[in-house]
């Protein structure tokens, strides 16, 4: 059956190169694009297989035992805390070489003797 149908050019042109990929006419893609398009709704897809993820064995590097990783956090948490208590200390020494310590700026006494006296 013959019928008149006003395509675009820029889809008539996309028909054409399907057509030439595919060594059929032109009418040919039109219908098999139709048809399958009419139809889409009509039947359930087909199941997909379902998607899996397959995981890669892993493990520690050699060397590594898993049973004493809680001494190794042990270990590294008691060397982050003489690390820092040293600092502190190092700090304070750093705070009495300027002169005046911390207790004569609370009190008010500055370290620059008695006022008024």
Same mark, same amino acid.
């Given at each position: 059956?013959? +019928?008149?149908?006003?395509?675009? $050019? $820029?889809?008539?042109?996309?028909? +054409? $190169? #399907?057509?030439?990929?595919?060594?059929?006419? #032109? +009418?040919? !893609? !039109?219908n098999d694009t139709l048809r399958r398009g009419l139809s889409a709704g009509e039947e359930p897809c087909a199941a997909a297989e379902p998607f899996r993820v397959l995981s890669a064995p892993r493990g520690f590097r050699p060397g590594i035992d898993p049973m004493t990783l809680n001494q190794l956090a042990d270990k590294l948490e008691t060397e982050r805390f003489i690390a820092s208590d040293h600092q502190v200390a190092a700090g304070s020494a750093t705070g009495s070489a300027t002169g005046g310590s911390d207790s004569d700026a609370v009190s008010g006494n500055g370290g620059g003797g008695s006022r008024g006296g």
């Open positions: 059956m013959r +019928k008149t149908l006003t395509i675009g $050019d $820029d889809l008539f042109h996309v028909l +054409k $190169d #399907v057509a030439h990929q595919r060594g059929i006419s #032109v +009418k040919e !893609v !039109v």
